[in-house]
T-cell receptor
Framework: QKEVEQNSGPLSVPEGAIASLNCTYS??????FFWYRQYSGKSPELIMF????GDKEDGRFTAQLNKASQYVSLLIRDSQPSDSATYLC????????????FGQGTTLQVKP | GAGVSQSPSNKVTEKGKDVELRCDPI?????LYWYRQSLGQGLEFLIY????????KSGLPSDRFSAERTGGSVSTLTIQRTQQEDSAVYLC??????????????FGPGTRLTVL
């Protein structure tokens, strides 16, 4: 079992729709959770982080965390073609090294 | 302010040669990380520095890989006797501190290494 799992996609949504990206993790001691966006040929760019159970909203983005289910998701409202990218879920483990474990990423395609 | 910088942006080398990759973190960030991303793959952790020491080297794939950090700032990742499987994008990230909450990592642009 991979430590952080994501559906590779591609996930295709029409412009203006809600895109839902999901991630599960195996380490119950994980404390920090991040979503990065990566455009082709570019480095990862931080979108959101979340540490507590529940929802966290920032503009069109909402991160959701459920530690009991070991599940974290990212919702993108009013999706735009510029949102088309690979979204990486990253999990900070129970150790204090700050080391992040990344999922393989989900490719999102927003069609005009 | 200035972000994480890396050099070179691209490096092409022949199998068996040594290469050095450089990372300059965000000013004031004490923690520095190296990751590797192979074609179509996720990011793979290599090594973490807190100041000049490396408490976690668990991701270095072999003893051909080494890294150092001096002055709590610039870090160099060295790959000796490069192999074709070393071809990847090498990403550096930095954060204020390490571990627990609140230590968001910011990535540099990466060095694309191609071993012929």
């Amino acid at each position: 079992q991979k430590e952080v799992e994501q559906n590779s996609g591609p996930l295709s949504v029409p412009e203006g729709a809600i895109a839902s990206l999901n991630c599960t993790y195996s380490d119950r001691g994980s404390q920090s959770f991040f979503w990065y966006r990566q455009y082709s040929g570019k480095s990862p760019e931080l979108i959101m982080f979340i540490y507590s159970n529940g929802d966290k909203e920032d503009g069109r983005f909402t991160a959701q965390l459920n530690k009991a289910s070991q599940y974290v998701s990212l919702l993108i409202r009013d999706s735009q073609p510029s949102d088309s990218a690979t979204y990486l879920c990253a999990v900070g483990g129970s150790s204090n090294t700050g080391k992040l474990i990344f999922g393989q990423g989900t490719t999102l395609q927003v069609k005009p | 302010g200035a972000g994480v910088s890396q050099s070179p942006s691209n490096k092409v080398t022949e199998k068996g040669k040594d290469v050095e990759l450089r990372c300059d973190p965000i000013s004031g960030h004490t923690a520095l990380y190296w990751y590797r991303q192979s074609l179509g793959q996720g990011l793979e952790f290599l090594i973490y520095f807190q100041g000049n020491s490396a408490p976690d080297k668990s991701g270095l794939p072999s003893d051909r890989f080494s890294a150092e950090r001096t002055g709590g700032s610039v870090s160099t990742l060295t790959i000796q006797r490069t192999q074709q499987e070393d071809s990847a994008v090498y990403l550096c990230a930095s954060s204020h501190a390490a571990g627990g909450k609140g230590d968001t990592q910011y990535f540099g642009p990466g060095t694309r290494l191609t071993v012929l």
